[in-house]
């Protein structure tokens, strides 16, 4: 019990709520003297935690503590002080925070207690607060027509439930309007259309109750290889760009498709990781093999811009003459170039020979190849250097003509195209 110096001092009681939003809202209520003498221990009940002081001037100790609220009691101990108050109402999962003091406030004497309602998790909340009745959610796929019919079963009969789509990054995001099934219906069921089905494409459903818990169901989430679609290139900036239609962890990279074994080079100094961010290429080569390959824990997949002819690409060919390769570069638009012959000890790598040369379109330029040089793994190699990121082709067994061997202008040229 709290002190009171006379009979017509009171306590305060305050009670705070911290709410889902984190704001707080609170109560108080006055406890004021009593007329009459009672036995505190027989009487004092739910009232909570009091201190009480035996005379005025005279030091304050502990008289008694409880741990319940009770709806509408009444309180008394030696000092007469009464409470009055009835229930308040609380939410799942809320804190309650409730202080008592004396008014004036004696002996610097403030109690304080908390309370933390347990969640929908807890068995006996969970099963008899309607607010933790979200309900159990399935789906009929309709392809064709791009719709998602969902049943919903487990909930209370006789109130409405809130169905939609929504895409799920941080939150869920609104995928159009949300239906509602009426409680006093008994078709159960709701049709909603879909542009795409994504891996973050979820069904969400919740009771029409304020706070009430929400269920999710996502059952595209391992269908990724739709996403390495949204690819963009644009041509006065050459840039080539890609951005996730779902959270992703992927790493990008830019490789070399090369036709004789479906097999894509990785290209040096081109790998990016995105979780949810785009992924940009600057200054890119719209050569039909540059292509960008995506890899997940799943595995990887490779998509290849250009392959389809829509944007210009460059040819290299050679032509062997004695002992010189002539190299020509023929591109629709106006491109700088770099030749070299290299020894190709394995698939992606080809070990310089020689000296770099430098072309321009519709320029060439002869290479002396010498006998030791020519080999089934020389190759003449060239990239664009006008850009950043550039796939380098190579032609390899080439022809060497030397003094001595039987050759004429008629030798076939051979040709790098796509």
Same mark, same amino acid.
Request: aromatic share 10%; with cysteine.
């Given at each position: ?23 707080? *809202? +609170? ?33 304050? +100790? ?49 109690? *304080? ?21 979200? +309900? ?16 919903? *079963? ?31 219906? *008994? ?216 003094? +001595? ?14």
């Amino acid at each position: 019990m709290l002190p009171a110096s006379s009979k017509t001092d009171a306590v305060l009681a305050q009670v705070e709520t911290i709410n889902d939003d984190g704001s707080t *809202s +609170g109560i108080s209520a006055f406890c004021y003297p009593l007329m009459e003498q009672v036995d505190a221990l027989r009487r004092l009940g739910p009232c909570g935690k009091l201190l009480m002081e035996q005379a005025p001037g005279k030091a304050c +100790g502990l008289w008694r503590e409880a741990s319940h609220w009770s709806r509408g009691f009444t309180v008394k101990a030696n000092l007469l002080v009464q409470v009055q108050f009835n229930c308040i109402e609380v939410n799942v999962a809320q804190h309650i925070y409730v202080t008592m003091k004396t008014v004036p406030h004696y002996c610097e004497v403030k109690l *304080s207690q908390q309370y933390y309602v347990e969640d929908c998790r807890n068995s006996d909340v969970g099963k008899y607060i309607p607010a933790c009745s979200a +309900g159990k959610l399935d789906y009929i796929l309709d392809r064709a027509r791009k719709i998602l019919t969902v049943n919903v *079963s487990n909930f209370p009969r006789d109130q409405d439930y809130y169905v939609r789509l929504c895409h799920k990054w941080f939150t869920c995001e609104d995928v159009g309007a949300f239906a509602v099934i009426k409680g006093k219906e *008994s078709f159960k069921s709701v049709s909603l259309k879909y542009s795409q089905l994504l891996p973050c494409l979820c069904i969400e459903g919740w009771l029409a109750l304020p706070d009430a818990r929400r269920i999710q169901l996502c059952p595209f989430e391992n269908d990724t290889q739709v996403l390495w679609d949204n690819i963009v290139y644009n041509p006065l900036t050459q840039t080539l760009a890609w951005e996730p239609a779902c959270p992703v962890l992927v790493t990008v990279n830019l490789c070399r498709f090369t036709k004789s074994n479906d097999h894509c080079e990785d290209i040096e100094n081109s790998f990016k990781n995105s979780p949810e961010k785009q992924v940009k290429y600057s200054r890119v080569d719209t050569h039909p093999r540059l292509c960008m390959k995506f890899t997940t824990k799943r595995g990887s997949w490779i998509k290849c811009p250009f392959a389809h002819g829509e944007f210009p690409a460059w040819k290299m060919r050679t032509v062997a003459a004695a002992e010189q390769i002539q190299v020509f570069f023929t591109s629709q638009t106006k491109a700088q170039f770099s030749v070299l012959v290299c020894n190709r000890t394995q698939m992606a790598s080809c070990e310089s020979l020689g000296m770099h040369h430098s072309v321009s379109v519709g320029d060439s330029v002869s290479i002396t190849i010498s006998q030791e040089m020519c080999g089934s793994t020389v190759c003449i190699q060239g990239w664009r250097t006008d850009v950043d990121y550039s796939v380098p082709l190579q032609i390899c067994d080439t022809y060497c003509g030397f003094h +001595g061997q039987p050759h004429s202008d008629g030798n076939p040229a051979k040709a790098m195209t796509h």
